[in-house]
């Protein structure tokens, strides 16, 4: 559908910064009631760009819809229903429920998981990803006023962003039975493990990992590989790090909750080159304990930079300034 207004749409995991990772490690929950207050900023700065039109989806918590129930805006809220499961696929419901509106410039307010999950529907949307999440390498912990504001001036097409958003690195797995998926930062070959385990990761259990971007910052799997090598989301490349007798050193798996790994090599990985993760236990994708694998049916996994285009918000609102744009009646 091609859209004759401006419009934003603001995707809300209800779950995510809720699991049983945070209780196992040292991590303060995400309420729904800071979410809601999150949202309604977000709103507020898309408002204040001049957007016309912000789209949210019906969800059993109402995280968005009370948000913005009661907020004075310009701009027309417009409340999706979906049909609803109750899991990840909500999300991917809501996604595509936007896209059939028309809507190109999305805020998610999730982590990891919950971007790898629209990546999975909306590949050609421009997406600010706002942390909100367990361990977070992709969303950012940004104010959700300014990325409201950047949102909007995106959706209305004022001020030409091209230079300050970057199309996201995508792994792309297939399995031996021919199931393709995708992560966006890690992908991680777990031991003796299982399928829907929730539980932060037992270092020990961990025997190859495949990151996007290895950040020394990070907390999760990404610092495996970025205390060694420093790799970001411009650099076109990945990192494989191979498990084993090395160097050993602590790393922080979850918040506050670390653990000591031991590396035998790392390399870095070009794009399309295919690495196979084959064992016996799961391979997890951006934390996500979702593919079994055993030595008969390995899993391919290569890296490609075709996933959303994410704004960066600071160098978003840095050119908007130096183009006069801030000081422009909406």
């Not at 912000?54 to 049909?83: D, G, H, Q």
């Not at 990992?209 to 076109?236: C, F, H, R, W």
Request: charged share 25%.
């Amino acid at each position: 559908m091609k859209k004759t207004k401006s419009s934003i749409a603001i995707v809300v995991n209800p779950m995510s910064g809720r699991d049983v990772r945070r209780v196992a490690a040292r991590a303060s929950s995400m309420t729904h009631e800071h979410k809601r207050d999150m949202v309604a900023r977000v709103a507020a700065g898309a408002d204040s760009a001049g957007v016309e039109e912000i789209y949210v989806v019906k969800e059993p918590f109402r995280i968005a819809s009370m948000a913005l129930e009661w907020m004075k805006l310009n701009a027309k809220v417009i409340e999706l229903t979906v049909p609803l499961e109750h899991r990840a696929s909500d999300t991917e419901l809501a996604v595509g429920a936007f896209l059939e509106h028309g809507v190109s410039s999305f805020v998610s307010l999730g982590g990891d998981g919950t971007n790898r999950i629209i990546t999975r529907v909306a590949k050609d949307i421009d997406l600010i990803p706002i942390s909100t999440g367990t361990n977070n390498v992709f969303p950012s912990l940004i104010e959700p006023t300014i990325a409201g504001i950047v949102a909007g001036l995106n959706a209305r097409r004022r001020v030409d962003f091209e230079s300050v958003k970057e199309r996201a690195k995508v792994m792309h797995v297939k399995t031996a039975s021919g199931v393709k998926d995708i992560g966006l930062i890690d992908a991680v070959l777990l031991e003796d493990d299982f399928v829907g385990n929730f539980l932060p990761f037992d270092a020990k259990k961990i025997k190859r990992v495949l990151l996007t971007q290895a950040l020394p910052d990070s907390v999760g799997i990404s610092p495996i590989g970025g205390y060694l090598e420093v790799v970001t989301s411009k650099e076109n490349y990945g990192l494989l790090v191979e498990m084993g007798r090395g160097k050993s050193y602590p790393v922080p798996i979850s918040p506050g909750l670390f653990q000591t790994v031991s590396v035998n090599s790392h390399q870095r990985i070009s794009f399309g080159e295919e690495i196979v993760f084959a064992g016996s236990g799961v391979l997890a994708l951006d934390g996500d304990r979702e593919h079994a694998i055993t030595r008969d049916t390995p899993i391919s996994v290569t890296i490609r930079r075709d996933g959303p285009y994410v704004i960066d918000i600071t160098a978003a609102m840095r050119h908007v300034v130096a183009e006069g744009m801030m000081l422009v009646a909406k």
